[in-house]
């Protein structure tokens, strides 16, 4: 192509951001239908999975169609990271997409439950590229003064994920069969396929370097002993049982030698001193605080409005709509802020006190409260939830150097994956505890007895209840849904503690550097979309 065609990271003038070429925004929409793919996924799989467990059967091994894919997509999120960075990103995102949509393709082919979990857990593995490719690529392609503007798409493809995801798979699997809530991403993945291939070109990487092998077992298997830890914990597994406890100890003495191994390896997979910019340690932080809080919150407020105040469970995503709205509305606002001025500081600080106060407002939910009263608390915890989201993103990147671009992308990615577990894990054993507790003491051993299995009843299961038994269960989810989100806002605390300390390096129009203070030293590398 032309060169009118080519963008050069620096062309433009200091504090005055210049448009970017045709074929940048050719490429942004190739990244986002792949980030669209990574997050639609498991709401879209959701959906189908009662239609899959009566055609497949295998019951007893539905929650491993979720956790395989879960623990395959954090497992590799670092690994497609490091390998961005030493062999170039265009080539290991392309092939992120690929195993995403070979895994896509053989789930869909599925002959039975066992199939099906070893086939999630191939696209489990693409789909870990898949996100920390997005970021590092425009990382690479936009500048850090820039890149706030695109936060506002990104929040947007979130918040179409989540509200859309259920609808698009209720439809599918009622129109098209459940096949297709996998074969649908073929198309699209082909697309972004590619539009990347043709017009993303970035600059070649050579390594004589060798894979980081062990650092690599290490941090797989301490990352998926923590992930079954929380997803078996208090649910398959007593907390205080001796496979949760052999769980914890195999987690903590991998990560503890994956530390020691990286100071020790030629080419770490997680090089260890990313971590001595302070700005980059921070946003490892909040970005877990995050996770943990928006997908706790995502899991136990349509279960709230589902029980105590009687909303529909078919659009499920709907429920959501003013915390997600509110989100990305502020996520807009909040990149148009940082592209213009090039601060940001205050957005940490912003969106860690309405975070507290967004979850606290929602721990005062009980019985009586309107669906009008928990929209508003829902918008206010989705305010500040769009301060955080992509400026977490942002701050980290601004943080390191530019060969260090993929793992600090997959770093803040697998940080915010694994407070989502724990969110979930966590808040969940608090919400069922308290639950079962007020169950057993407003409804005596027939409460105990019905929520003895699950403290999550569906529809059909509490519509089959006795008026008082019904009352009963109302109460105590919001019991729990006060003692879960009460929790979620000590927790957020963590959040704007350390938003208070970050370092506000003002953001350059200019190549990437590694700010001052930090271990990195200044780097010019040119990235071109051509």
């Known amino acids: 192509m032309a060169d009118t065609e080519t963008a050069v990271i620096g062309r433009q003038k200091p504090d005055q951001p210049e448009k970017q070429p045709r074929s940048v925004r050719v490429v942004l929409f190739a990244l986002m239908i792949a980030m669209m793919l990574a997050m639609l996924d498991n709401m879209i799989v959701g959906t189908a999975m009662p239609t899959i467990v009566g055609e497949l059967g295998g019951l ?3 929650s491993w169609v979720v956790t395989g894919y879960t623990l395959a997509t954090a497992a590799s999120t670092p690994i497609w990271g490091k390998l961005g960075d030493m062999f170039g990103r265009k080539g290991a995102f392309m092939t992120s997409i690929v195993i995403f949509l070979i895994g896509s393709a053989l789930s869909g082919m599925s002959q039975n439950m066992g199939e099906l979990i070893g086939f999630r857990a191939v696209q489990g593995l693409g789909a870990g590229g898949l996100m920390v490719g997005v970021m ?3 990382g690479d392609l936009i500048p850090p003064r820039e890149r706030g503007k695109y936060q506002g798409m990104m929040a947007a493809i979130m918040a179409l994920a989540m ?14 069969g459940w096949r297709w809530s996998f074969y649908i991403n073929l198309p699209l993945g082909a697309v972004a396929l590619l539009l990347v291939s043709a017009v993303l070109h970035l600059p070649r990487k050579r390594t004589n370097a060798g894979i980081d092998y062990l650092g690599v077992v290490l ?3 301490g990352i998926t002993s923590i992930v079954l830890v929380t997803t078996w914990g208090g649910t398959e597994y007593a907390w205080t049982s001796a496979r949760i406890m052999e769980l914890i100890a195999i987690g903590v003495v991998s990560l503890i030698g994956f530390v020691y191994w990286q100071t020790k390896a030629a080419e770490p997979v997680l090089p260890l001193h990313i971590f001595r910019s302070r700005n980059f340690t921070l946003m490892s932080i909040i970005g877990f605080v995050t996770g943990f809080v928006m ?15 009687g909303a529909s469970a078919t659009n499920s995503g709907l429920l959501l709509l003013p915390m997600l709205g509110a989100m990305l509305v502020t996520s807009m606002i909040a990149g148009r802020v940082t592209t213009n001025t090039g601060r940001y500081k205050i957005f940490p600080i912003a969106g860690g006190v309405l975070m507290i106060t967004g979850l606290y407002l929602l721990s005062l939910m009980d019985t009586g409260t309107s669906r009008f009263t928990s ?9 500040g939830m769009g301060c955080l989201m992509q400026i977490t993103m942002l701050v980290a990147q601004n943080s390191v150097q530019m060969k260090d671009m993929g793992v600090a992308s997959s770093s803040t990615t697998l940080f915010r994956t694994l407070g989502s577990s724990f969110g979930v894990a966590i808040m969940g054993a608090l919400f069922n505890h308290r639950v079962q507790a007020v169950m057993a003491e407003r409804a005596g051993a027939l409460g105990k007895g019905i929520t003895e299995k699950s ?6 299961s509490l519509a089959k209840l006795p008026a008082a038994a019904r009352e009963a269960y109302q109460h105590a989810v919001s019991a729990g849904t006060h003692s879960a989100f009460l929790l979620g806002s000590v927790i957020a605390v963590i959040a704007l503690l350390a938003a208070l300390f970050v370092k506000e390096v003002p953001l350059k129009s200019g190549p990437q550097k590694a700010p001052e203070g930090t271990a990195d030293a200044p780097s010019a590398q040119v990235a071109e979309a051509v």
């Open 136 to 138: 590092a690529i425009i």
């Open 163 to 176: 509200i859309g995801g259920p609808l698009v798979g209720g439809t599918i699997t009622d129109n098209w």
């Open 455 to 460: 403290a999550q009843l569906d529809a059909a």
């Open 295 to 309: 997908f706790g919150a995502t899991l136990f407020l349509p279960l709230y409005q589902q029980s105590v105040q």
């Open 219 to 221: 941090l797989t298997v």
């Open 60 to 62: 007893e091994h539905l």
């Open 375 to 383: 929209g508003v608390y829902m918008a206010v915890l989705g305010l």
